[in-house]
């Protein structure tokens, strides 16, 4: 089979080994057949909202793997999966909003492990992880291409998790894994608010929420070389 993206790697290896594996938002299925070809898992379920991505995964479930190894699931979310408690999550390639959905149902808290991988909105995502029980334990980061994507690993305890407001865009210093993609990200966030809080400040306006984003980049910029020295 074809080797998955950097992007599908980092959350391959964040979900280490386990039973059962669901992938919501499964789109071509490339994820779980990985996942159970390789005898991480032994089982997964790929579900996608859509009827045509999930066709193509099941064409390419069948080719892969002996049947039964993999099931296809048409439902918004988790509403239609059959989970098992202790099972392993895994939501990716969407925007925040709509991972944060997917975990705001009461089957997420029977996974043992959800791996996430917000392509926007994080600030959104965090916020609503932290204030319904749920821990980020480690974030990662990988560059493909162009691009650097992150991907966070999460447990329910049921305990919320206070955070300063910068914490909500750019994670807490204890769960973020140091290398040089991570550090890449803060510069480019970094940069990415120095130049709108110029331009606000430039036009009169109150550049102070950009500020503080940019000083807060700052300080963990600093933690992250200081601890890849
Ligand atoms: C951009 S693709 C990402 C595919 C794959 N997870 C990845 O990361 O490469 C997003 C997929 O999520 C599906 N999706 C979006 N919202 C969903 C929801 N609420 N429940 C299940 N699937 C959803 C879309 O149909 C699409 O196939």
Redesign the pocket.
């Known amino acids: 089979m074809t080797e998955l993206?950097p992007?599908?790697k980092l959350?391959y290896d964040m979900l280490g080994e386990g039973d059962l594996v669901v992938?919501?938002?499964?789109?071509?299925a490339?994820?779980p057949i990985k996942l159970v070809s390789d005898g991480k898992y032994r089982r997964a379920i790929a579900?996608?909202?859509?009827e045509g991505?999930l066709a193509a995964a099941a064409k390419n479930i069948r080719e892969a793997l002996p049947e039964g190894a993999i099931t296809t699931c048409l439902?918004?979310?988790l509403e239609k999966v059959a989970v098992e408690d202790g099972f392993s999550l895994?939501?990716?390639?969407?925007g925040g909003d709509?991972v944060a959905?997917?975990l705001s149902s009461e089957k997420a808290k029977r996974a043992r492990l959800a791996v996430l991988?917000p392509?926007t909105k994080e600030e959104h995502l965090r916020c609503h992880l932290w204030e319904n029980g749920f821990e980020i334990t480690s974030e990662r980061a990988v560059s493909e291409g162009e691009k650097i994507y992150a991907a966070m690993a999460v447990v329910y305890t049921g305990k919320n998790t206070p955070y300063e407001e910068a914490e909500l865009y750019l994670g807490k210093r204890e769960a973020r894994a140091a290398s040089p993609d991570m550090a890449r990200r803060l510069e480019l966030f970094h940069g990415r608010h120095a130049a709108i809080r110029n331009s606000i400040a430039r036009s009169g306006g109150d550049a102070s929420f950009d500020d503080m984003l940019v000083r807060a980049a700052e300080r963990e910029i600093l933690d992250i070389r200081e601890k890849l020295r």
């Not at 579900?47 to 859509?50: A, K, L, R």
């Open positions: 993206t992007r599908l959350v992938d919501v938002g499964c789109d071509h490339y994820l579900s996608d909202i859509v991505p439902s918004d979310g895994a939501v990716c390639g969407m709509a959905s997917v991988q392509m």
